[in-house]
């Protein structure tokens, strides 16, 4: 199996930037694509970003494209998601996934492995 642990979630007013990590192990994190999913309070976990095996594939929300950049290091087990000029609307629980298949997907229920989260607030 594969264990996901995610960092870098905080507080930041908006207009700023935050990078998260998601650390993976399990020795199969090469083998997979990967993807960022977010969950704001009383509202569905959504599809955020998704990245191929070898990082030259990637699919972004159309409310985070052209903010957000999702990137993987291979040699290092981990996955990472740039955002910039954040907005209150990204406030959010951010969650790492893997498919254990090289394709990105945009589909929660094609992801077997999940992270347990990080948190990112953005103040207005």
């Known amino acids: 199996q594969v264990q996901l ?5 905080g507080l930041v007013q908006a207009g700023g930037s935050l990078r998260l990590s998601c650390a993976a192990s399990g ?3 090469s083998g ?3 993807g960022w999913f977010r969950q704001a309070p009383g509202k569905e976990r959504e599809f955020v970003a998704t990245i ?6 990637t699919l972004y929300a159309d409310s ?3 903010r957000f950049t999702i990137s993987r290091d291979n040699s290092k087990n981990t996955l990472y998601l740039q955002m910039n000029s954040l907005k209150p609307e990204d406030t959010a629980r951010y969650y790492c996934a893997a498919r254990s298949s090289i394709s990105a997907a945009i589909e929660q ?6 992270g347990q989260g990080t948190q990112v607030t953005v103040s207005s």
Do not use: H, P
């Not at 642990?5 to 979630?9: C, D, I, L, T």
């Not at 191929?52 to 594939?57: F, L």
């Not at 229920?109 to 999940?114: F, H, T, V």
């Open 5 to 9: 642990v995610e960092s870098g979630g």
């Open 27 to 29: 020795r199969t994190f």
């Open 32 to 34: 997979s694509a990967m």
């Open 52 to 57: 191929s095996r070898s990082g030259a594939g």
């Open 64 to 66: 985070v494209k052209g």
């Open 109 to 114: 229920a094609l992801y077997n492995y999940w």
